[in-house]
């Protein structure tokens, strides 16, 4: 069943099974909507035209509206247009059960496996002929595999998607637990659809699966996928969407095909002429809609805390033996060292172990989803950390379903102001400014948030400079920017070459996948620092300067040329004599002589030291200039 949450490997079956029967097709152009959505239109037969979106980690399926395409594509979508588009599809495949589906695509003189896994945070990722990997939409590094450029993508042999009837009698001999739970864990059924086998087969759902004849559930199982691939007939429900109509499931509506009733379970994100339009409304519609989103966010996480729970108890056996090994070995062995033992241990649960956390004695196991699970607690203790997370939004739920049944609040005037205060983003606590053409760029204000911003926030479509001097923030360009040449600035002001009362600086940038913090036998990689391998593209003899300046947003600081059109007063900085919070009392004093009695005034809620403070350059400096307008 499809949920809001994502698809399950049955409802792939359907959708695979669907582009299989529209086949031949051709790769056209591929857009990347946001971080994760995906869109590539499809080329049949006769002027044929499909738009499949595929949203990692949740959904893949064809629309028959695609959303509007952005203006400038993504770094990652021109890389796939640049091997596949034109590309003949050679075959569509879905690995077993599993929430992965491959395309085969043909192109000139050599073929590419275009993956899309839909499981966990999910990923997109491009391979060549042999199945090495070309580009990944997100870089990851697990204990037994490794999603980055060069290495081999490996699937498990898995090809069918169920097994023969001597290995599905072998599975059920083989169980340790009832029926039901067998199929759905086992076979990677779910729920739902393990439930359905029992009905068709004329089995007691709770009977033991090493008890029961293999034969008629067999017999029932071969039934089930038959009629999702050959016989589909889609449906509705309060709960999703489904390929077929189950026994005991209220039908809300039918629809002609899966991926329609997939459409309409994911709705497209409203065209931008709505989101303008939405501006508009009244005080009271804007709070009403803000509340009706965050009701169905907390649905969504009670629904997650509330499955995870379940796979617990599904899965007790695994969940109790990691609980009793690790609490074992804990009491002789370090955390550190377990994680060591666990990377090279050969044994199936090991392997069901994706992280451990010293922090808090738990670890995150492979439960057909991943879960957290507390050492030193029982797997009944573990449930009901859960299902009290569950709890929590429910009561957050509830708060905000009163809030709706009350009036909104009128709005009390407000006392009118120069500029409003800002709204504390995220990113505020880095070393952050805008680029001339809207880019967001940040750095790190030392060793702790230079780790940060590389292994939290930089990601595959973004930018890493970094002044080739010691002691220089890491700085991220977030997405594409034709400013490079203020990002170097920038990289260069906020580095050594300031505090060392340098004039000009060197400044390289570099790809996110060859940013690594793993060194060469002999090398060592202090906090905060990481190395570069490959091509760097370099700026040299990069002038260093900073401004800080006052406009509509409040007090704004980096390069000159970026500060200019967002302020109406500034002050340019060089390295100087001064240190940094006698810098920053001298600038705050030299803007409000600038902003005048009543700009100075209407200026003090957002225009203080602290707020100048944060875009001072680390070291000496002193003020060079002073420009108005």
């Known amino acids: 069943m499809a949920t809001a949450q994502g698809m399950s490997g049955v409802d792939l079956l359907a959708v695979v099974a669907d582009l299989r029967r529209a086949m031949p097709l051709w790769i056209g152009k591929v857009y990347q909507y946001d971080q994760k959505l995906l869109g590539i239109r499809l080329n049949g037969q006769e002027h044929a035209r499909y738009h499949l979106l595929v949203e990692s980690g949740r959904r893949l399926h064809r629309v028959r509206t695609a959303p509007e395409p952005?203006?400038?594509?993504?770094?990652?979508?021109?890389?796939?247009?640049?091997?596949?588009?034109?590309?003949?599809?050679?075959?569509?495949?879905?690995?077993?059960?599993?929430?992965?589906?491959?395309?085969?695509?043909?192109?000139?003189?050599?073929?590419?496996?275009?993956?899309?896994?839909?499981?966990?945070?999910?990923?997109?990722?491009?391979?060549?002929?042999?199945?090495t990997i070309v580009k990944p939409l997100w870089?990851?590094?697990?204990?037994?595999?490794?999603?980055?450029?060069?290495?081999?993508?490996?699937?498990?042999?898995?090809?069918?998607?169920?097994?023969?009837?001597?290995?599905?009698?072998?599975?059920?001999?083989?169980?340790?637990?009832?029926?039901v739970r067998t199929l759905a864990v086992g076979l990677r059924l779910g729920g739902?659809?393990?439930?359905?086998?029992?009905?068709?087969?004329?089995?007691?759902?709770?009977?033991?699966?090493?008890?029961?004849?293999?034969?008629?559930?067999?017999?029932?199982?071969?039934?089930?996928?038959?009629?999702?691939?050959?016989?589909?007939?889609?449906?509705?429900?309060?709960?999703?969407?489904?390929?077929?109509?189950?026994?005991?499931?209220?039908?809300?509506?039918?629809?002609?095909?899966?991926?329609?009733?997939?459409?309409?379970?994911?709705?497209?994100?409203?065209?931008?002429?709505?989101?303008?339009?939405?501006?508009?409304?009244?005080?009271?519609?804007?709070?009403?809609?803000?509340?009706?989103?965050?009701?169905?966010?907390?649905?969504?996480?009670?629904?997650?805390?509330?499955?995870?729970?379940?796979?617990?108890?599904?899965?007790?056996?695994?969940?109790?033996?990691?609980?009793?090994?690790?609490?074992?070995?804990?009491?002789?062995?370090?955390?550190?060292?377990?994680?060591?033992?666990?990377?090279?241990?050969?044994?199936?649960?090991?392997?069901?172990?994706?992280?451990?956390?010293?922090?808090?004695?738990s670890v995150e196991v492979d439960l057909e989803e991943r879960v957290t699970l507390y050492v030193h607690e029982t797997v009944e203790q573990n449930v009901e950390r859960l299902y009290d997370q569950a709890k929590?939004?429910?009561?957050?739920?509830?708060?905000?379903?009163?809030?709706?049944?009350?009036?909104?609040?009128?709005?009390?005037?407000?006392?009118?102001?120069?500029?409003?205060?800002?709204?504390?983003?995220?990113?505020?606590?880095?070393?952050?400014?805008?680029?001339?053409?809207?880019?967001?760029?940040?750095?790190?204000?030392?060793?702790?948030?230079?780790?940060?911003?590389?292994?939290?926030?930089?990601?595959?479509?973004?930018?890493?400079?970094?002044?080739?001097?010691?002691?220089?923030?890491?700085?991220?360009?977030?997405?594409?920017?034709?400013?490079?040449?203020?990002?170097?600035?920038?990289?260069?002001t906020f580095s050594g070459a300031w505090r060392a009362g340098h004039f000009e600086a060197d400044v390289y940038a570099a790809r996110p996948d060859q940013v690594s913090k793993t060194p060469e036998a002999g090398e060592y990689v202090g906090r905060g620092s990481f190395i570069v391998r490959g091509e760097r593209t370099w700026f040299r003899s990069v002038p260093l300067a900073a401004a800080i300046g006052y406009g509509p947003t409040g007090v704004v600081g980096g390069p000159p040329s970026a500060v200019a059109p967002r302020s109406e007063v500034r002050v340019l900085l060089r390295p100087g004599p001064f240190e940094p919070n006698d810098t920053a009392r001298q600038v705050l004093r030299t803007l409000r002589e600038h902003l005048g009695g009543d700009g100075g005034r209407s200026a003090k809620a957002v225009l203080n030291t602290e707020a100048v403070a944060r875009f001072v350059p680390p070291g000496g400096s002193e003020v060079a200039e002073v420009h108005a307008g």
């Open 139 to 179: 870089h990851h590094r697990f204990r037994d595999r490794e999603v980055v450029p060069g290495a081999e993508y490996t699937l498990k042999d898995r090809p069918g998607p169920i097994p023969d009837a001597a290995a599905f009698a072998s599975l059920l001999a083989e169980a340790d637990r009832d029926l």
């Open 70 to 131: 952005p203006k400038l594509p993504s770094s990652f979508a021109m890389l796939l247009r640049k091997h596949l588009e034109g590309g003949r599809v050679l075959a569509v495949e879905q690995h077993g059960l599993e929430r992965i589906v491959s395309f085969e695509i043909g192109r000139k003189d050599t073929s590419y496996h275009l993956v899309f896994e839909l499981f966990d945070e999910g990923n997109v990722v491009l391979c060549d002929a042999d199945w």
């Open 392 to 492: 929590k939004f429910k009561k957050k739920r509830a708060g905000a379903l009163a809030a709706m049944a009350a009036a909104p609040p009128k709005a009390a005037p407000k006392a009118a102001i120069a500029a409003k205060r800002a709204k504390p983003r995220w990113y505020h606590r880095f070393r952050w400014f805008e680029t001339s053409d809207g880019a967001l760029v940040l750095g790190g204000r030392d060793a702790g948030q230079n780790e940060e911003l590389v292994k939290r926030y930089m990601e595959g479509n973004d930018t890493f400079v970094h002044a080739d001097v010691h002691g220089a923030s890491v700085v991220i360009v977030k997405g594409p920017t034709e400013r490079m040449d203020e990002v170097a600035q920038f990289a260069a």
């Open 192 to 361: 739902p659809f393990a439930e359905e086998v029992c009905v068709r087969a004329g089995v007691d759902r709770s009977a033991m699966a090493n008890a029961v004849d293999p034969a008629p559930v067999y017999a029932a199982l071969e039934s089930l996928i038959c009629d999702v691939i050959e016989h589909p007939a889609p449906v509705l429900t309060g709960k999703g969407a489904w390929p077929i109509p189950l026994a005991g499931v209220k039908v809300e509506a039918t629809l002609p095909s899966f991926d329609e009733a997939l459409e309409a379970l994911y709705p497209l994100a409203p065209p931008k002429a709505a989101v303008v339009k939405q501006e508009e409304l009244s005080r009271e519609e804007r709070i009403r809609r803000q509340q009706v989103t965050a009701v169905a966010g907390f649905e969504q996480k009670i629904a997650r805390y509330e499955r995870l729970a379940e796979v617990v108890y599904e899965q007790y056996t695994l969940a109790a033996e990691v609980i009793a090994t690790l609490a074992t070995a804990s009491q002789t062995r370090s955390w550190q060292e377990i994680a060591q033992v666990l990377k090279t241990a050969d044994n199936p649960v090991a392997k069901r172990i994706v992280r451990v956390d010293p922090a808090t004695a």
